[in-house]
């Protein structure tokens, strides 16, 4: 633990990883009980796999054309939020079933980031690095992207707090308050799109839903006002962060897999101080 703190005042690269960890955690807290209370977690993992299209693409503008200034965090963000006004778009029209539109964004932005990467001349990128994330990767342009979505999104649920709150639990009701659902639901998955780019680099496309959802799930056995859990989601997200950067750092580790694995130590331990009051009221029992 020692030697990872020392190393902090070293090496710059590991303090962009803590930086970038902590802010991610912010709006992961935040969105993440949003996603949780209204059970969006298929549609924010639909949206994490589409961007890989976004940031192979980004990766073939600067291979194969020269445009230096497209960062692959810029591609996976247009890419997100194309995959956002598209779901809220089926989802308004009830044409298509949502869970195949989603199963389709989830596809077809995989494909096209493996196509572009594949196009991609010169240097080819290593791939696990955005599957399962590499924290270490981030740079300083990387981090003030990181930091300008996480205030982004902040603002809007400050600003927007009531009514993302009725849409979430209730769209029926909020139609009938002469709120458009529809809009409110798309700018939802909005924030879900900017939370989930903000979360490449911490763990990666493939884990960003068990990052988005398990704090949040965990906070959420121990309450039901949606300002407390939001609150709370931030701090173990931003607890689960920094402890699997300091666990991968000691042993070796992936960092994104050690990430995960803690924040689901985290909600095994939630569920189990819930079941214990639950024991205890139980006949028989001592």
């Known amino acids: 633990m020692r030697d990872f703190w020392q190393a902090l005042g070293e090496f710059a690269f590991l303090r962009h990883a803590l930086v970038a960890g902590l802010v991610a955690s912010v709006a992961c807290g935040v969105v993440g009980s949003f996603v949780v209370t209204r059970r969006i977690s298929a549609a924010a993992g639909g949206l994490a796999h589409a961007v890989l299209g976004g940031m192979g693409l980004a990766l073939w503008l600067q291979g194969a054309r020269g445009v230096g200034w497209v960062h692959p965090l810029l591609g996976a963000l247009v890419f997100a939020l194309l995959g956002a006004l598209i779901l809220g778009r089926v989802e308004s029209r009830g044409h298509e079933r949502s869970d195949t539109a989603i199963s389709a964004l989830w596809a077809v932005g995989m494909a096209l980031g493996v196509i572009f990467l594949f196009r991609t001349p010169g240097y080819k990128v290593d791939l696990t690095s955005y599957l399962f994330g590499n924290i270490m990767l981030v740079d300083p342009q990387a981090l003030r992207l990181l930091i300008l979505l996480d205030g982004i999104v902040l603002l809007v649920v400050w600003l927007f707090y009531h009514q993302l709150v009725a849409v979430c639990f209730d769209p029926e009701f909020t139609r009938l308050r002469g709120l458009n ?43 039901a006002r949606l300002g407390v859990m939001m609150a709370a989601a931030a701090g173990l997200c931003a607890v689960t962060t920094t402890t699997g950067l300091v666990l991968s750092y000691r042993w070796d580790l992936p960092a994104g897999a050690v990430t995960i694995l803690v924040a689901a130590a985290f909600y095994l331990a939630a569920i189990g101080l819930r079941l214990k009051p639950l024991r205890r009221r139980l006949p028989g029992s001592d």
Do not use: K, N
């Open 181 to 223: 659902a529809d809009a409110w639901s798309t700018l939802l998955l909005v924030l879900v799109a900017l939370t989930v780019v903000s979360l490449i680099y911490v763990v990666g496309i493939v884990m960003v839903i068990a990052l988005l959802s398990l704090p949040a799930a965990a906070v959420g056995r121990f309450t």
